[in-house]
């Protein structure tokens, strides 16, 4: 086999996030428009690797992942053994608008799946003039739960082997093998409480429905896409987000389940690709 | 009881494990006679779950990562009930019920028409999983839910072991 170096590349940057020092692990390819992408809750950046080596997008676009303090290979704040970690959506948009700023990265468009498809909402309503569109992936305004997190974070039960085990069955049956045990990979080898701290933000601080009709969607475009096979963020939840912001478009995946950008880069690019030509214009 | 590295195996039932032990291609016939407390709900189910455990114990893979799994569970797919014994991996034993008075560590009721649904080759939407299912609210788990999310990749794998690898054909009653 021919060695491959690829297009992305990988640095660190260290930045200051309400008081507190954090050094952040970001991959980037291309060039043009940023296009900022955020991972689910207990994952990492390296879930957007095929869209940071499709020339198609690159072309046009300087894709940027980065990995969340507490995931993949950024760092937790010095202390963090003294507490527990708990995502809020003041400190998830904080950490986002830092990112942005450290990288210089003008009039961004944000993706974001899952829990960074709840953000994106937020990001929309509270930053819409220094945005170019956002884009929702697995994205609602709120959703019901289907499992107790504190199974995540027990002394006698590994919490990477469940944390992947509950998120297994929301990959959809056609997705290759190779790119679901990939996507679960990431959750397999999250650190200790990782996951569930995501999921506070998640379950405990994002309940958006009161006002995301406040979204001004031509100041900041939003595109809502959902996979069909997702039944933790399913399509009706997208479908009744997207009914509630004027102008929000919506599209639900077929053959996708809660990981598109991971699950099935092909697919997923069938969908992606159509509303980043539109964004660009 | 949910084995831990190093601890005694699972005591489970003697009495019934001489009476009622069932090992597919062992030649011993089941027999239900031998046992008074069997209900009558045995179904073509009970073949679809005996096909199950040769599955599951012919998969070196799924063997190994319940390795510390010994247990009994019940599983309830509609009105029809099977204890399914788990020892150290193996599925070892599928007893149609009910049978009264019997214990089990959790139990996963399915609806017939989902179970259905859920061994197609490829579900639809909603019934490619247990969580799923339960979430759309034609599934249920009760009881000790600790080895089952200890485990809960080996146990979602058994159950997806059920599917049909074609369409032709239908599981269960």
């Given at each position: 086999m021919v060695a491959r170096l690829e297009e992305a590349t990988g640095r660190y940057v260290n930045l200051m996030v309400q008081g507190r020092l954090y050094r952040i692990y970001f991959e980037e390819a291309g060039r043009g428009i940023p296009l900022l992408c955020l991972h689910t809750a207990g994952a990492e950046g390296s879930q957007y690797r095929h869209l940071l080596n499709d020339p198609d997008i690159t072309r046009n676009y300087r894709v940027i992942a980065f990995d969340m303090p507490w995931h993949g290979k950024s760092l937790p704040p010095v202390g963090y053994h003294l507490e527990e970690y708990r995502l809020t959506t003041d400190l998830y948009v904080a950490t986002i608008m830092a990112v942005c700023q450290e990288l210089e990265l003008e009039q961004p468009v944000i993706m974001g799946c899952s829990m960074g498809g709840r953000i994106v909402l937020q990001l929309a309503l509270a930053h819409a003039p220094e945005l170019r569109a956002v884009i929702g992936l697995e994205s609602a305004d709120h959703q019901e739960p289907w499992y107790d997190t504190d199974w995540l974070h027990l002394p006698d039960i590994h919490g990477g082997e469940v944390s992947a085990a509950l998120v297994s069955g929301l990959v959809a049956p056609q997705s290759p093998d190779e790119y679901r045990w990939e996507t679960l990979w990431g959750y397999q080898q999250g650190g200790p409480g990782v996951f569930k701290g995501?999921?506070?933000?998640?379950?405990?601080?994002?309940?958006?429905?009161?006002?995301?009709?406040?979204?001004?969607?031509?100041?900041?475009?939003?595109?809502?896409?959902?996979?069909?096979?997702?039944?933790?963020?399913?399509?009706?939840?997208?479908?009744?987000?997207?009914?509630?912001?004027?102008?929000?478009?919506?599209?639900?995946?077929?053959?996708?389940?809660?990981?598109?950008?991971?699950?099935?880069?092909?697919?997923?690019?069938?969908?992606?690709?159509?509303?980043?030509?539109?964004?660009?214009g | 009881m949910h084995r831990r590295p190093g601890s005694r195996p699972c005591p489970c039932r003697p009495i019934w494990r001489k009476t009622l032990n069932w090992s597919k291609g062992s030649g011993r016939a089941f027999d239900r006679a031998a046992w008074p407390?069997?209900?009558?709900?045995?179904?073509?189910?009970?073949?679809?779950?005996?096909?199950?455990?040769?599955?599951?114990?012919?998969?070196?893979?799924?063997?190994?990562?319940?390795?510390?799994?010994?247990?009994?569970?019940?599983?309830?797919?509609?009105?029809?009930?099977?204890?399914?014994?788990?020892?150290?991996?193996?599925?070892?034993?599928?007893?149609?019920?009910?049978?009264?008075?019997?214990?089990?560590?959790?139990?996963?009721?399915?609806?017939?028409?989902?179970?259905?649904?859920?061994?197609?080759?490829?579900?639809?939407?909603?019934?490619?999983?247990?969580?799923?299912?339960c979430k759309l609210g034609v599934a249920r788990i009760d009881g000790d839910f600790h080895p089952l999310i200890a485990n809960l990749r080996y146990f979602r794998e058994m159950l997806a072991m059920a599917r049909l690898e074609t369409d032709e054909a239908t599981h269960g009653s």
């Open positions: 995501d999921l506070h933000f998640y379950r405990a601080d994002s309940d958006y429905r009161d006002r995301i009709g406040n979204i001004d969607t031509t100041q900041c475009p939003v595109y809502l896409l959902t996979g069909e096979y997702d039944y933790s963020c399913t399509p009706e939840d997208t479908l009744r987000t997207a009914a509630r912001i004027k102008g929000a478009e919506a599209t639900i995946m077929e053959g996708l389940g809660h990981f598109p950008m991971s699950e099935d880069p092909q697919q997923f690019r069938r969908y992606i690709i159509p509303i980043l030509d539109k964004i660009r | 407390y069997y209900g009558d709900s045995m179904g073509h189910l009970t073949a679809t779950l005996e096909e199950l455990a040769d599955r599951v114990n012919e998969n070196p893979g799924l063997v190994r990562r319940g390795r510390f799994v010994s247990l009994e569970w019940l599983l309830q797919i509609g009105a029809e009930d099977h204890y399914l014994t788990i020892e150290n991996g193996r599925l070892a034993a599928v007893t149609p019920g009910p049978v009264l008075m019997r214990s089990s560590r959790f139990t996963i009721h399915i609806e017939e028409d989902a179970w259905q649904r859920f061994c197609r080759p490829v579900p639809r939407p909603g019934y490619y999983d247990l969580f799923g299912m």
